[in-house]
């Protein structure tokens, strides 16, 4: 199983299964209610590796990740879509979809022992669009 991320905005973001080695989608319901609450969100957390390109052979997305995170909240190019879509076998199995996630958190690791680095992405949908989130399946039947 693998993952593919697209992020639409300026500094577009396509990383690979090469590169992302964890997704987790979370929806958020207050622990507190009594009954179906209104006040849901949507987030997803995504791990993964930084594959660094050496003399600019491939443009290094994880750079615009970084540079997404410092996109302050008065410009609209704070909202983006992103969409994960779930590999299994070569097909997608599943596709998420949040069209105006922004960056709750995002961290970056870097390890001179094993060379390699890691980041941590953590998008929420808008919540007044919470709506908007898609989650599809079963492509190809």
Known sequence: MGFRMKIDGSGPVNLSEKCITNVEFDSEIPKDSNARATDNG???????KMLFSLGAETEDSTL??????LVPS???DCY???QIDVVAAGQ???????PNAFVLEYEEEQDDENGVGTFMLHVKQKKDLTDKTAIEGGFGQ
Request: proline share 0%; hydrophobic share 45%; aromatic share 4%.
């Open 74 to 76: 008065d410009s609209a």
């Open 92 to 98: 997608i199995v599943r596709q998420i979809t949040l």
């Open 42 to 48: 949507v987030g997803l957390k995504i791990t993964g």
């Open 80 to 82: 983006r879509n992103v």
């Open 64 to 69: 615009n990740l970084a540079k997404w995170s």
